[in-house]
Nanobody, 124 residues
């Protein structure tokens, strides 16, 4: 079992930066991956990035590879999504999700636990 809570969403101008946090707690093994997903109005939820149980980062969305980074602090039970060079098309509700497997996967239906999300709006 796992619980997750996102924070850090905000209104930011194009070119700006935000750091999203995903605070998590769990019962049992810590052998899980945590992914970041986003959902824009009228669009399907898409995978953004993920960090595996052993710290390997995968970016699922090509447009974020040079702008977003993911890190994991197991001492604080927190995963971060650092977003730089934000664009209007990054506007979405961002979710973190936990997977009962050490490996990252791009599809949202392969994740077992979800937070409520945090809103990111990129606009001038």
């Amino acid at each position: 079992q796992m619980w997750l809570a996102e924070s850090g969403g905000d209104l930011v101008q194009p070119g700006g930066s935000l750091r999203l946090s995903c605070d998590f707690s769990y019962i049992g093994s810590d052998n899980f991956a945590i992914g970041w997903f986003r959902e824009a109005p009228g669009k399907e939820r898409e995978g953004v990035s993920c960090i595996s149980a052993n710290g390997e980062v995968t970016h699922f969305e090509d447009s974020v590879k040079d702008r977003f980074t993911v890190s994991r602090d197991n001492t604080k039970n927190t995963v971060y999504l650092q977003m730089n060079g934000l664009k209007p098309e990054d506007t979405a509700h961002y979710y973190c999700a936990g997977r009962n497997n050490w490996r990252c996967r791009p599809s949202y239906n392969e994740y077992d636990f979800w937070g409520q999300g945090t809103q990111v709006i990129v606009s001038a």
